[in-house]
């Protein structure tokens, strides 16, 4: 359908870009061109990550996911403008309009960032001193002594060296091997866990960590990536027999898959959380789903009302105190600080 394009109104156009380290050049040259223009184009060139083996050494390279397509939003004089000058962008034309570029409609383009996003997020391994493997989940060793070994994790008590203990099933027996391994690959998660409420607790700090890298659209860092798809991936598959944990755990893994781009996985948490949800009495509890509901969907106006009703309760633990911080983060990230913290008293 033809896109009629107005000179006032900014739209995410579609462009080309040439050049070495394309993501980078192409952030760089936007921000010189908004300093030089007075203007505020907004960029997103999507990357995802390659797992490359060279001469026994595994190395990560980043890749542009949509080649030398690139996306830029601003209105249609500025983007001519832009791609006038020298710099490597130019545009796509879309022969089936009758304005001749190709752009791409605000809502449709932040459903195809939560796709980049998850792209971007699917990282086919982990090194060891990133995550928190369990007694009974499937490995493969990507990278050590024996790299393509699969099997059983079983714990090793004490050790910090990177060694870990696989119970390997073959047509001869079962073997019991001491590998020193980097990097390993779960290829399936223990169903019984015996940690499910250490584990969702230790997840929270993380989770709103995370959750700041989402709200200011920055790039998350590979450790704690790891720890998000670790957490998402394992409790997606634990059972948990009581009411009020699981409704917890359901909106911590909203909010996780959410922030991973894992859409699909993020709304049947989110389902699965309105079923419980009747079942969360605690105030903490409920202002830390409030929390992680209203920056996921971005609802101010959500997060206030929630911020009125923890704003009278005492602190009293280590956790309580980090959750009241982190509704005054939002605030003063969104609000002058001097009402931030008339809010806050």
Known sequence: MATEIRDDIPYWFVLNHIGSALQTKANKTIERFNRWQNCNLETFAPTYVIREEKDGEVRMKTASLT????????????????????????????RGSESRYAVIPDREMASFKNIARAYKNCLPYFPLD?????????????????????????????????????????????????????????????KKS??????????????????????????????????LMMFCSRMEVVRINNHKLDAK???????????????SAAE????????????????????????????IENDMDMLKNAFQKIN????????????????????????????????VK
Not at 70 to 79: A, E, K, N, S
Not at 326 to 343: G, H, L, M, R, V
Request: aromatic share 12%; hydrophobic share 45%.
């Open 67 to 94: 080649f030398h397509y690139v996306f830029v939003r601003g209105t249609l004089p500025q983007i001519k403008l832009l791609c006038g000058q020298s710099n490597g962008f130019s545009f796509l034309i879309d």
């Open 130 to 190: 990133e995550i928190d493997l369990e007694d009974g989940d499937l490995v493969e060793v990507i990278k050590g002594d024996f790299p393509g070994l699969i099997g059983t994790f079983m714990p090793k008590a004490k050790s910090k060296s990177g060694n870990i203990v696989l119970n390997v099933f073959n047509n001869v027996g079962t073997i019991a091997f001491n590998i020193k391994a980097t990097d390993v690959r779960v290829l399936e998660f223990s």
């Open 194 to 227: 015996t940690r499910a409420n250490d584990q969702i607790d230790a997840f929270v700090p993380r989770l709103l960590k995370a959750l700041r890298v989402f709200h200011a659209e920055e790039a998350i860092p590979s450790s704690l990536l790891a720890q």
């Open 249 to 263: 755990l359901q909106a911590l893994l909203y909010g996780g898959n959410f922030i991973l781009g894992n859409i």
């Open 268 to 295: 049947l948490s989110k389902t699965n959380y309105i079923k419980l949800s009747e079942y969360v009495t605690n105030e903490w509890t409920q202002s830390l789903i409030n929390l992680i509901f209203s920056v």
């Open 312 to 343: 009278g309760l005492e602190a009293t633990s280590k956790t309580q105190f980090l959750l009241k911080s982190e509704y005054i983060y939002y605030f003063s990230d969104s609000i002058p600080n001097k009402t931030a913290k008339n809010i």
